[in-house]
C-alpha cells in the first residue's frame, strides 16, 4: 500500500506560479511511476503530467507542456509539479497518483492504484 498526501495548492493570479508537493508513505521501498491528473468542475479528470520511478522520464499533456515541469525526489519520497504561467483555465482540484507495478510514466488512470485526496489550484483572471 502507498498512501499520498498533496500540498501546495491555492489561489494564484494568471501569469503566477505554485507549486504542488506530493507525499508518499506506505510501500515506498518499491520502484513506482507517478502522476498528476486534475479535474476541474463539470469536467472529467485528466492527464497532467507523469514521470518514472527513476525520474529519466517525463511526459505532460499538451495542454501544459513548456509551463508545469513535474519532478521528483526518491530519497524524501516526494513528487512535485511546478507550475508556471498558469491560466484560468488550469483551475482544478489536483491529484497525484502512483503504482507500484508501474516504471514508466502513463497517462492512463486506470495503470494507477493509489491516489491522494487532491488539492485545490485556483487562478483568477
Known amino acids: 500500500q502507498v498512501q499520498l498526501v498533496e500540498s501546495g495548492g491555492g489561489l494564484v493570479q494568471a501569469g503566477g506560479s505554485l507549486r504542488l508537493s506530493c507525499a508518499a508513505s506506505?510501500?515506498?521501498?518499491?520502484?513506482?511511476?507517478m502522476g498528476w491528473f486534475r479535474q476541474a468542475p463539470g469536467k472529467e479528470r485528466e492527464f497532467v503530467a507523469a514521470?518514472?520511478?527513476?525520474?529519466?522520464?517525463?511526459y505532460y499533456a499538451d495542454s501544459v507542456k513548456g509551463r508545469f515541469t513535474i519532478s521528483r525526489d526518491n530519497a524524501k519520497n516526494t513528487v512535485y509539479l511546478q507550475m508556471n504561467s498558469l491560466k484560468p483555465e488550469d483551475t482544478a482540484v489536483y491529484y497525484c497518483?502512483?503504482?507500484?507495478?508501474?516504471?514508466?510514466?502513463?497517462?492512463?488512470?486506470?495503470?494507477?492504484?493509489?491516489w491522494g485526496q487532491g488539492t485545490q489550484v485556483t487562478v483568477s483572471s
Open positions: 506506505g510501500r515506498t521501498s518499491s520502484s513506482y511511476a
Open positions: 497518483a502512483a503504482e507500484i507495478t508501474l516504471e514508466r510514466p502513463s497517462s492512463f488512470e486506470y495503470e494507477y492504484n493509489y
Open positions: 514521470i518514472s520511478w527513476r525520474g529519466t522520464s517525463t
